[in-house]
C-alpha cells in the first residue's frame, strides 16, 4: 500500500470515530518505518490536526467529534513513545532542559505533547507539564524544574489573551528566560510579541535542525 493510500485510510477511519482501526494501521507503519517517525507524525497527526480546524472554522465538525478525534490521535501519539526513546537514545545531548505547556484556559494539549516529543528528539530534557496552567502554576514549575527554554501551546485563538498574560508574568520574574510559543491560536497578527526580546515563534524545523538556542 502506497504511503498517500494509509495517510487517506488513517483520516477516512479517523472521520468515522474507529479508534481501534487508526491505532491498528499506526501502530503497523510504526513496526515498519520507525526511522521516519518524524515524518509519521506531520503526515498522520499534525496534518491531520490542520485538516479539522479548517473543518471546525467551516462548521462542519462540532466540539464533541474535535474532542474525540483529539483523544483518537493522543493514543496514536502515546503509541509512538517507544520509538522517540529509541531514536532520541542515537542523538547527541544537549545538556539542556526545556519546560512545555499550555496556558490558563486551553484545555486542549495535542500540539504540546507532540512538541514536547520533538525536542526529545532532538537531544533536549524535555518536562511536560501539561495544560491550563495558571500563571502561579507555571512559575512553580519554572523554579523546581530550571529549564533552560519554556515552550507554550495555545490552539484556540481566544486563548491568546491567556497566553499574553502568562508571557508577561514570567518574563517579569525571570527576564533571561527563553520563551517560545506556538500552536493554532497565534496564527495572524502578533505584533504584540516584538515587546518581549526573550520570545520566539516556535518553529518545529527549527528546534530539530538547528536547536532552539540558535
Given at each position: 500500500?502506497?504511503?498517500?493510500?494509509?495517510?487517506?485510510?488513517?483520516?477516512?477511519?479517523?472521520?468515522?470515530?474507529?479508534?481501534?482501526?487508526?491505532?491498528?494501521?499506526?501502530?503497523?507503519?510504526?513496526?515498519?518505518?520507525?526511522?521516519?517517525?518524524?515524518e509519521?507524525?506531520?503526515?498522520?497527526?499534525?496534518?491531520?490536526?490542520?485538516?479539522?480546524?479548517?473543518?471546525?472554522?467551516?462548521?462542519?465538525?462540532?466540539?464533541?467529534?474535535?474532542?474525540?478525534?483529539?483523544?483518537?490521535?493522543?493514543?496514536?501519539?502515546?503509541?509512538?513513545?517507544?520509538?522517540?526513546?529509541?531514536?532520541?537514545?542515537?542523538?547527541?545531548?544537549?545538556?539542556?532542559?526545556?519546560?512545555?505547556?499550555?496556558?490558563?484556559?486551553?484545555?486542549?494539549?495535542?500540539?504540546?505533547?507532540?512538541?514536547?516529543?520533538?525536542?526529545?528528539?532532538?537531544?533536549?530534557?524535555?518536562?511536560?507539564?501539561?495544560?491550563?496552567?495558571?500563571?502561579?502554576?507555571?512559575?512553580?514549575?519554572?523554579?523546581y524544574?530550571k529549564?533552560?527554554?519554556?515552550?507554550?501551546?495555545?490552539?484556540?485563538?481566544?486563548?491568546?489573551?491567556?497566553?499574553?498574560?502568562?508571557?508577561?508574568?514570567?518574563?517579569?520574574?525571570?527576564?533571561?528566560?527563553?520563551?517560545?510559543?506556538?500552536?493554532?491560536?497565534?496564527?495572524?497578527?502578533?505584533?504584540?510579541?516584538?515587546?518581549?526580546?526573550?520570545?520566539?515563534i516556535?518553529?518545529?524545523?527549527?528546534?530539530?535542525?538547528?536547536?532552539?538556542?540558535k
Amino acid at each position: 500500500m502506497e504511503s498517500k493510500e494509509k495517510v487517506e485510510n488513517i483520516r477516512n477511519y479517523l472521520k468515522e470515530e474507529n479508534k481501534e482501526k487508526c491505532v491498528e494501521l499506526y501502530t503497523k507503519e510504526l513496526n515498519d518505518n520507525s526511522e521516519n517517525l518524524l515524518e509519521i507524525y506531520k503526515s498522520y497527526i499534525i496534518d491531520s490536526i490542520s485538516n479539522w480546524h479548517e473543518e471546525f472554522e467551516e462548521n462542519r465538525l462540532s466540539i464533541w467529534q474535535e474532542h474525540v478525534r483529539s483523544s483518537i490521535l493522543r493514543t496514536l501519539v502515546e503509541c509512538s513513545y517507544p520509538c522517540v526513546i529509541k531514536l532520541a537514545s542515537k542523538k547527541e545531548k544537549k545538556n539542556k532542559k526545556v519546560l512545555i505547556a499550555s496556558p490558563a484556559e486551553e484545555k486542549h494539549d495535542l500540539g504540546a505533547r507532540i512538541v514536547s516529543d520533538y525536542f526529545e528528539l532532538s537531544g533536549y530534557n524535555s518536562i511536560y507539564a501539561g495544560n491550563t496552567l495558571p500563571l502561579d502554576t507555571l512559575i512553580e514549575a519554572i523554579k523546581y524544574e530550571k529549564p533552560d527554554f519554556l515552550a507554550l501551546s495555545v490552539t484556540t485563538k481566544y486563548n491568546f489573551i491567556f497566553i499574553m498574560k502568562i508571557i508577561d508574568g514570567i518574563s517579569e520574574r525571570f527576564p533571561d528566560l527563553k520563551i517560545y510559543i506556538g500552536g493554532q491560536g497565534i496564527k495572524g497578527d502578533v505584533d504584540c510579541l516584538k515587546n518581549f526580546k526573550n520570545v520566539e515563534i516556535m518553529d518545529l524545523n527549527q528546534i530539530l535542525n538547528e536547536g532552539a538556542d540558535k
